[in-house]
């Protein structure tokens, strides 16, 4: 069936240091949107990825799409504190209808 | 602040009691969605709706839920007869038919079914 896959689903890291999150679905993607949820706060709207191999940064945060829209990674460069967080992946197929991943728990050590 | 609401924003009920809840979206988006989410997971659809027509609904919904949003503005999510299953974090998001698609989510009701 239609699921998108997550992992890892926890990464600590030293400040400074670099994060990636990937995401997986084993048929074709329309688009995939990727969210952030703070402790104890909703998802916050990150990006959306709509064409094949479409790359977009956002300051030390890049996101790409893969070419068969099959998977996607987000990755941040030189992590801060502010960056802890949960990130979920939200992938759409044919519907109006979002598949969201199981999340990657970030947390980042001063 | 004209985000998305949601009330209440906690709920403690017994087994077997009902339970409605309140979404209110961005005024101008015609797009609003329940979602469920429990720990350590990321949010569950549940539901659609474009205007006041509910497009898409979970087969993981059972017949004890149904929602709706009459005017095609504000909705409600009801569960019948709890469950202690049900106790979950139930968002609503809202968005703009347009090419982004971005969905504003609500800061959720906490629904616990003791």
């Known amino acids: 069936g239609q699921q998108v896959m997550q992992i890892p689903q926890y990464q600590h890291v030293q400040e400074g240091e670099d994060f990636t999150t990937y995401c997986n679905s084993s048929t074709t993607l329309s688009n995939i949107q990727w969210y952030k949820q703070r402790p104890g706060g909703h998802p916050v709207f990150l990006i959306q990825?709509?064409?094949?191999?479409e790359v977009k940064k956002q300051k030390r945060l890049t996101f790409q799409f893969g070419e068969a829209k099959k998977n996607s990674s987000l990755h941040i460069t030189a992590t801060q504190t502010t960056d802890v967080g949960t990130y979920f992946c939200a992938g759409k197929y044919n519907f109006n209808k979002f598949y969201f991943g199981s999340g990657t728990k970030l947390n980042v050590k001063p | 602040d004209t985000g998305v609401s949601q009330d209440p924003r906690h709920k403690i009920t017994k087994r077997g009691q009902n339970v409605t809840f309140r979404c209110d979206p961005i005024s101008e988006h015609n797009r609003l969605y329940w979602y469920r989410q429990t720990l350590g997971q990321g949010p569950e659809f549940l539901t659609y709706?474009?205007?006041?027509?509910?497009?898409?609904k979970s087969r993981l919904l059972s017949d004890r839920f149904s929602a709706e949003r009459p005017k095609g503005s504000f909705s409600t999510l009801e569960i019948q007869r709890t469950e202690q299953g049900d106790s979950a974090m139930y968002l609503c998001?809202?968005?703009?038919?347009?090419?982004?698609?971005?969905?504003?989510f609500g800061p959720g009701t906490r629904l616990t079914v003791l």
């Open positions: 990825l709509v064409k094949s191999g």
């Open positions: 709706f474009q205007n006041e027509a509910q497009l898409e």
């Open positions: 998001a809202s968005s703009l038919e347009d090419t982004t698609d971005t969905q504003y």
